[in-house]
Structure formats: C-alpha cells, structure tokens
C-alpha cells in the first residue's frame, strides 16, 4: 500500500512540475512557413502621400512580418535607395512592390491607398506565390502619389 501511495504522489508531483510547461503546446501555437513574398515599400520621408501611408505600413508590418519572408522600407533619398528605384524603374511616391522569391515582380500598387486596398495587395501575392492565385485579371488598385522628380512641397495634399 505504502508504494502505491509513494508512485501516487509520484505522478502527481511530475504532473504538476511538467504540467505548466506543456500547456504552451497547442496546435494554434506551431509555427507555419512564411509565405515567400517579398514586400518593398518606396517613400520619400517629404512626400506627403508617404506620410499618410506611414500608420498603414507600420500596421502591416506588424501583421504581415511574421507571415511574409521579407518586408522592406527603402528610403529614395538615399543612395541605396536612389539605386533601387533605377533598379525598379519607380517614377512615383509611394510605390509598393511585391516580389517571389526569384525576385520577379508579382504586383505594384503607385500612389497613397486604403489599408484594405494593401491587405487585398498583400493577400494576392501571398496567393500567387501558393499557387492560389485567380486565372480571371485581377482589379488594379490605384492610389495618389508624388512625382519623384518634383518638388514634394509642390504636392496636393490628401486634407
């Protein structure tokens, strides 16, 4: 009797030492694989489109991060960044690009838009590179913008 007793308490000790730690163990919390999308963003820290686009980005960052391989700010008033716009050929502030992971260019959204105009971007190109993508064209989404080669204080203003 004394042993069954002993390896009762036992087995209650250890459930409760090891209980705690695996309660962190529930399928919601497996890691999944990011989705191989890279998102860059072009701005210009005076164009005021950018500025209005900055809450949106940081919001999406914050949601798309963990889900995306790649989510890239470049800054044209940079070298690297005055580099890269050649590279993909950017005439207009914001540009946001979408790219697999080859780094072919999937998508472009030009100008200032909604944030569930940048989720429906993100998600389409989320679809492309799963393979999920629509065979019917897809809507443009359009948006306001400042010229890169003008004067951004110059710009209407989105008021």
Do not use: H, W
Request: with cysteine; proline share 6%; glycine share 6%.
């Amino acid at each position: 009797m004394f042993k069954r007793v002993s390896l009762l308490v036992t087995v209650l000790a250890l459930i409760t030492t090891v209980g705690p730690v695996m309660t962190g163990c529930a399928a919601d919390d497996v890691p999944t694989e990011k989705a191989a999308l890279q998102f860059i963003q072009f701005y210009d820290p005076e164009c005021p489109f950018c500025q209005e686009m900055e809450p949106i980005v940081a919001e999406l960052q914050d949601e798309y991060t963990p889900k995306i391989d790649s989510f890239e700010i470049v800054n044209i008033t940079t070298d690297e960044g005055k580099a890269k716009v050649e590279e993909f050929g950017v005439f207009l502030t914001p540009t946001f690009v979408l790219l697999d992971a080859d780094g072919v260019e999937l998508d472009r959204v030009t100008g200032a838009t909604t944030k569930e105009n940048m989720v429906t971007f993100i998600e389409r190109g989320i679809a492309d590179v799963a393979g999920d993508a629509q065979a019917t064209p897809r809507e443009t989404i359009d948006g306001e913008g400042t010229n890169i080669d003008s004067n951004p204080a110059d710009a209407p203003t989105t008021e």
